[in-house]
């Protein structure tokens, strides 16, 4: 069982280059989304989807669009990259948006914007 | 503003001893809490969650929280450590915000356990 699925793992680009960074889960879960991680300052929320067809901002949403591509896929795109946004993005899931499930989560993608 | 506080960054311990990570929230009703462990180049892992009931929680790998309302407070904690519990632990509170509900996490806590 795979869970949560991040590709690429690693990924260097030059500033104004664009990007897209894919998440696939297999749990039927509902409720996507996309985390950024830097030191000192946990994760924080860039966008999510509640349910397939919907997709909303959350704390730290520029620079950033996402796609909910199925009920499978969400995925997040730069569209020119800036140094700012060097940092691990972790996608995840949970069953649904408003319980008290948790969420699970991606392995990262390990981001560097020169 | 809802808020999550972890006020250590770090937490050394000898293996065998008890340890304890601290977490303090600030939010407008009854939220859902949660603990999550961070190992590295991993994803976050779910380690236990408080919804309602007994204060005291308890979670995969020997792990237990409690849970105080009076304080705010949800700490993790563990009887007795081990080398392999070294890792990054994040505390995480989900409640109803204006828009729906969010989860706000910690800024984590690194946990060294040492032989």
């Known amino acids: 069982n795979a869970g949560v699925t991040q590709t690429p793992k690693f990924q260097v680009l030059k500033t104004g280059q664009s990007m897209t960074l894919q998440c696939a889960q297999d749990?039927?879960?509902?409720?996507m989304y996309w985390y950024r991680q830097d030191p000192g300052m946990g994760l924080r929320l860039i966008y999510y989807s509640a349910s397939e067809g919907t997709t909303d901002k959350g704390e730290v949403p520029n620079g950033y669009n996402v796609s909910r591509l199925n009920k499978r896929e969400f995925s997040l795109r730069l569209e020119s990259a800036a140094p700012s946004q060097t940092s691990v993005y972790f996608c995840a899931s949970s069953e649904a948006f408003q319980g008290n499930q948790p969420q699970h989560f991606g392995d990262g993608t390990r981001l560097s914007i020169l | 503003a809802q808020s999550v506080a972890q006020p250590e960054d770090q937490v050394n311990v000898a293996e065998g001893n008890p340890l304890t990570v601290k977490c303090t929230y600030s939010?407008?009703?009854?939220?859902?809490l949660f603990w999550y462990v961070q190992y590295p180049n991993r994803g976050l892992q779910f380690l236990l969650k408080y919804i309602t009931g007994d204060n005291l929680v308890k979670g995969s790998y020997g792990f237990e929280a409690e849970f105080n309302k009076s304080q705010t407070s949800f700490h993790l904690k563990k009887p007795s450590a081990l080398v392999s519990d070294s890792a990054l632990y994040f505390c995480?509170?989900?409640?109803?915000?204006?828009?729906?509900?969010?989860?706000?996490f910690g800024a984590g806590t690194r946990l060294f356990v040492k032989a």
């Open positions: 749990m039927n879960h509902n409720s």
């Open positions: 995480a509170v989900r409640a109803l915000n204006t828009g729906g509900f969010k989860t706000i």
């Open positions: 939010v407008s009703g009854n939220p859902y």
